[in-house]
């Protein structure tokens, strides 16, 4: 070798080795090993979750877009298990316990590692297509413990599949029950959708959509939309927006006012009153047997609207929070309808009330309705008896494939009850299945067989019977029936949907 080429070659080689020995006499700067140090981190993180003694409330965001709101869960851990309670559950104080695991993959996780219909519900898919469907809601039951403030009441997560930033919040002065039932009873008694309110001066309007878990802030230059969670006396967001200068991250509610005030500020709106805020608590019929009755109805500010009956058989009082709903008995041996008639700031609704018994219910009808694409339909239906049932015969898509739905009447609340999963009959050479759906096909109930939807009568202005769907299934009304085929009577292997109808009236001929 050129003696000239080795010394160049020798030159480049010193700093390196000069570099590797003063590295070898550095001091390495953390006492401990990498796993070392997550694994005190880990005894920390259960440290600190342990000794909540009223644990802890967690703002749950699925989906990576938040596409589907916010939902509040809250907490209590032991040393092994898990306590969890969860606003979407038939009975908001009814916990699951389940296992979880503080472990370190590539940095420190919490994982609930036990199934749960609570903390599963949003990440378990169920093989059908849509929202739900086979990528279930994006949602997570592992998270990356990405920090504990130093006070100890914050904990910072991060969702493992959805990427998403959430925060257990220290619950202090209640317990996990107390607060999902205080935030049932705020939720349930929450009549705004829209309320009105200045930001720097300037007029500004506030949107609230409970069922999507979203909120809208319209001001005279711009319009910003945003993801929500209930707490347990106002709304907080996913993350801060900016309007009009203002930062927004969450609403405290005053009920006795019926006010939402941007948390830090002092911009406050007003909820407005009109009409819709009692059919949305009352619904737009009331329906009853020929016996004289009473109806109770509990909502915010309910004597804050005018009633006024078009027939002398109803009468309405309101009191505070109550209506009160009276219809005389009907002796006239047919059935028949009144309404009453709603008014506040200059709005009016009505609320149509009808008297009859299931056996006028029996008989044939026809049934309009729109598919998914917004297309019309019509077809022919039956409600007959079937011993102590009734079936609802559908004549779809012909006369030799009938599509029955087997019902139960209800007579306190005058209304069939439908089970969602029960086998419909064939369709050619595949089973069908009922689910039901909201009124745009987004979220349905696809294989469950644990929503129950109604089919509610009453009048026309004709005195004729119609029939409408109703009910609800997790957060989402039911707007629709939708028809699931398989290759066998199992519902959980079903192929996916074969039809769905929206809008649906039936019309008894």
Same mark, same amino acid.
């Given at each position: 070798?050129?003696? +000239?080429?080795? @010394?160049?070659?020798?030159?480049?080689?010193?700093?390196?080795?000069?570099?590797?020995?003063?590295?070898? #006499?550095?001091?390495?700067? !953390?006492?401990?090993?990498?796993?070392?140090?997550?694994?005190?981190?880990?005894?920390?993180?259960?440290?600190?979750?342990?000794?909540?003694?009223?644990?802890?409330?967690?703002?749950?965001?699925?989906?990576?877009?938040?596409?589907?709101?916010?939902?509040? %869960?809250?907490?209590?851990?032991?040393? #092994?298990?898990?306590?969890?309670?969860?606003?979407?559950?038939?009975?908001?104080?009814?916990?699951? &316990?389940?296992? %979880?695991?503080?472990?370190?993959?590539?940095?420190?996780?919490?994982?609930?590692?036990?199934? +749960?219909?609570?903390?599963?519900?949003?990440?378990?898919?169920?093989?059908?297509?849509?929202?739900?469907?086979?990528?279930?809601?994006?949602?997570?039951? @592992?998270?990356?413990?990405?920090?504990?403030?130093?006070?100890?009441?914050?904990?910072?997560?991060?969702?493992?599949?959805? $990427?998403?930033?959430?925060?257990?919040?220290?619950?202090?002065?209640?317990?996990?029950?107390?607060?999902?039932?205080?935030?049932? /009873?705020?939720? #349930?008694?929450?009549?705004?959708?829209?309320?009105?309110?200045?930001?720097?001066?300037?007029?500004?309007?506030?949107?609230?959509?409970?069922?999507?878990?979203?909120?809208?802030?319209?001001?005279?230059?711009?319009? *910003?939309?945003?993801?929500?969670?209930?707490?347990?006396?106002?709304?907080?967001?996913?993350?801060?927006?900016?309007?009009?200068?203002?930062?927004?991250?969450? !609403?405290?509610?005053?009920?006795?006012?019926?006010?939402?005030? =941007?948390?830090? &500020?002092?911009?406050? %709106?007003? $909820?407005?009153?009109?009409?819709?805020?009692?059919?949305?608590?009352?619904?737009?019929?009331?329906?009853?047997?020929?016996?004289?009755?009473?109806?109770?109805?509990?909502?915010?500010?309910? #004597?804050?609207?005018?009633?006024?009956?078009?027939?002398?058989?109803?009468? *309405?009082?309101?009191?505070?929070?109550?209506?009160?709903?009276? =219809?005389?008995?009907?002796?006239?041996?047919?059935?028949?309808?009144? +309404?009453?008639?709603? /008014?506040?700031?200059?709005?009016?609704?009505?609320?149509?009330?009808?008297?009859?018994?299931?056996?006028?219910?029996?008989?044939?009808?026809?049934?309009?309705?729109?598919?998914?694409? +917004?297309?019309?339909?019509?077809?022919?239906?039956?409600?007959?008896?079937?011993?102590?049932?009734?079936?609802?015969?559908?004549?779809?898509?012909?006369?030799?494939?009938?599509?029955?739905?087997?019902?139960?009447?209800?007579?306190? /609340?005058?209304? !069939?009850?439908?089970?969602?999963?029960? &086998?419909?009959?064939?369709?050619?050479? %595949?089973?069908? !299945?009922?689910?039901?759906?909201?009124? @745009?096909?987004?979220?349905?109930?696809?294989?469950?067989?644990?929503?129950?939807?109604?089919?509610?009568?009453?009048?026309?202005?004709?005195?004729? *019977?119609?029939?409408?769907?109703?009910?609800?299934?997790?957060?989402?009304?039911?707007?629709?029936?939708?028809?699931?085929?398989?290759?066998?009577?199992?519902?959980?292997?079903?192929?996916?949907?074969?039809?769905?109808?929206?809008? =649906?009236?039936?019309?008894?001929?």
């Amino acid at each position: 070798m050129n003696k +000239n080429i080795f @010394i160049k070659f020798l030159l480049l080689a010193l700093p390196a080795l000069m570099l590797t020995s003063c590295l070898k #006499d550095q001091e390495d700067i !953390f006492p401990d090993s990498a796993s070392a140090r997550v694994s005190k981190y880990l005894d920390n993180t259960k440290r600190v979750l342990t000794s909540a003694e009223n644990g802890w409330v967690l703002n749950y965001f699925p989906d990576r877009n938040q596409s589907y709101g916010g939902y509040s %869960y809250t907490m209590s851990f032991d040393e #092994d298990n898990a306590k969890i309670y969860c606003e979407l559950a038939d009975d908001v104080l009814e916990p699951i &316990t389940t296992t %979880y695991t503080l472990k370190n993959e590539d940095g420190p996780v919490l994982m609930f590692d036990t199934y +749960n219909e609570y903390m599963h519900y949003f990440a378990t898919p169920t093989g059908s297509s849509g929202a739900g469907g086979y990528e279930a809601y994006d949602g997570d039951f @592992i998270f990356i413990i990405m920090n504990i403030s130093e006070d100890e009441k914050t904990i910072t997560l991060k969702g493992n599949r959805s $990427g998403n930033i959430l925060y257990m919040h220290k619950l202090e002065g209640q317990t996990p029950e107390a607060y999902q039932s205080v935030m049932k /009873e705020y939720k #349930d008694n929450l009549v705004f959708d829209k309320a009105a309110g200045t930001i720097d001066g300037a007029n500004s309007m506030l949107y609230i959509n409970a069922a999507r878990r979203n909120i809208r802030i319209q001001t005279p230059d711009t319009t *910003v939309s945003a993801p929500f969670c209930f707490l347990s006396d106002g709304l907080t967001l996913y993350q801060p927006i900016h309007v009009a200068g203002k930062e927004v991250s969450s !609403f405290a509610y005053n009920e006795d006012k019926g006010t939402f005030t =941007i948390v830090g &500020t002092d911009v406050v %709106y007003t $909820g407005l009153l009109i009409p819709d805020i009692v059919i949305n608590n009352v619904g737009s019929t009331i329906t009853t047997g020929n016996a004289e009755t009473s109806f109770t109805y509990t909502f915010n500010l309910a #004597d804050q609207f005018k009633y006024t009956p078009d027939v002398d058989w109803i009468t *309405v009082s309101a009191n505070g929070k109550q209506l009160t709903v009276n =219809i005389a008995a009907n002796t006239t041996g047919n059935p028949r309808n009144g +309404n009453i008639i709603v /008014e506040a700031n200059g709005e009016k609704a009505t609320i149509s009330v009808s008297q009859m018994e299931v056996t006028d219910l029996l008989g044939n009808y026809v049934m309009a309705c729109v598919d998914n694409k +917004n297309k019309p339909y019509t077809y022919s239906a039956n409600i007959s008896q079937a011993g102590d049932d009734f079936a609802l015969t559908l004549y779809y898509p012909n006369t030799n494939w009938p599509q029955t739905i087997m019902m139960k009447w209800n007579e306190n /609340e005058t209304r !069939f009850e439908m089970q969602s999963g029960q &086998t419909l009959g064939t369709l050619g050479r %595949y089973v069908s !299945f009922l689910c039901f759906t909201d009124d @745009i096909f987004d979220y349905w109930t696809s294989t469950s067989k644990a929503a129950t939807g109604y089919i509610i009568p009453s009048l026309n202005a004709d005195g004729k *019977v119609v029939l409408s769907v109703g009910g609800t299934f997790g957060s989402s009304t039911i707007g629709g029936l939708c028809i699931l085929v398989g290759n066998d009577d199992v519902i959980e292997n079903v192929l996916g949907y074969y039809d769905v109808f929206l809008q =649906i009236a039936f019309t008894k001929q």
